[in-house]
């Protein structure tokens, strides 16, 4: 995460847009404190990859003091919970307030295109299996099943075990639907070398010059500019 600092103290940068923010109270030194507090216990979750509890302290110091350095922290973290909308959205909002050097701006564009570019394409969905699937045994199945279960809930880590176990049980033929969610699994997990590899054999299973497959050869290509 970038390294940033709340503002400590009661002003905040607005624009034409946010107006009726100047009507709001001035925050009080002990809320300035609590918004504080919550900070560096989201950036604590963060790091560990407690991502559900960093956004909800973000989410908290955000209403207390809605910061443009707190709205980088909130866009990141929906960006690694794979919540496209909702981390263009908060990365617009630093865009437009925080008044970041040329360098940031252009980081930032680039993540927000990347966003929009991967929602595009992918629409942001895991792979399932047709309930009538015998591609997988019963043992890899229940895993494939909670992989899939643990991803919607956010669970990155527990989904990437489970995914895992459901490779191993179906080595050497794995389905492309295992590989797949792996590949998408590594990448909400930053593991972006995993990511790649797991993408590129997912595009090995598929026809040459498919739609998909070149989609998928663009997101590996994106991955390793990321790096």
């Known amino acids: 995460m970038r390294a940033v600092l709340l503002v400590l103290t009661a002003s905040l940068v607005l624009g034409a847009a946010d107006r009726a923010e100047a009507q709001r109270p001035r925050p009080t030194q002990e809320q300035i404190d609590r918004a504080r507090q919550l900070f560096v216990e989201g950036s604590r979750h963060y790091q560990a990859g407690r991502l559900n509890e960093a956004l909800e302290n973000f989410l908290e110091a955000w209403r ?21 909308q909702r981390s263009i959205e908060f990365y617009g909002h630093y865009l437009r307030h925080a008044a970041p050097d040329a360098a940031e701006r252009e980081e930032v564009e680039r993540r927000i295109a990347a966003l929009q570019e991967v929602a595009e394409r992918l629409q942001g969905q895991i792979r399932t299996l047709p309930p009538t699937s015998e591609a997988l045994a019963s043992e890899a199945r229940t895993m494939f099943d909670r992989g899939v279960s643990m991803f919607r809930r956010r669970q990155y880590e527990a989904a990437m075990q489970a995914f895992t176990a459901a490779y191993n049980f179906t080595r050497p033929n794995p389905p ?28 090995r299973m598929l026809p040459r010059d498919s739609a998909e497959r070149r989609a998928i050869d663009e997101q590996v290509a994106h991955l390793r500019e990321r790096r």
């Open 64 to 84: 207390i003091m809605p910061n443009p350095d707190l709205a980088y922290n909130v866009a990141r973290t929906y960006e690694r919970m794979s919540d496209t």
């Open 176 to 203: 492309a639907e295992v590989v797949y969610n792996l590949g998408m699994t590594a990448e909400r997990l930053e593991r972006t070398q995993d990511a790649i590899d797991y993408y590129r054999e997912y595009a």
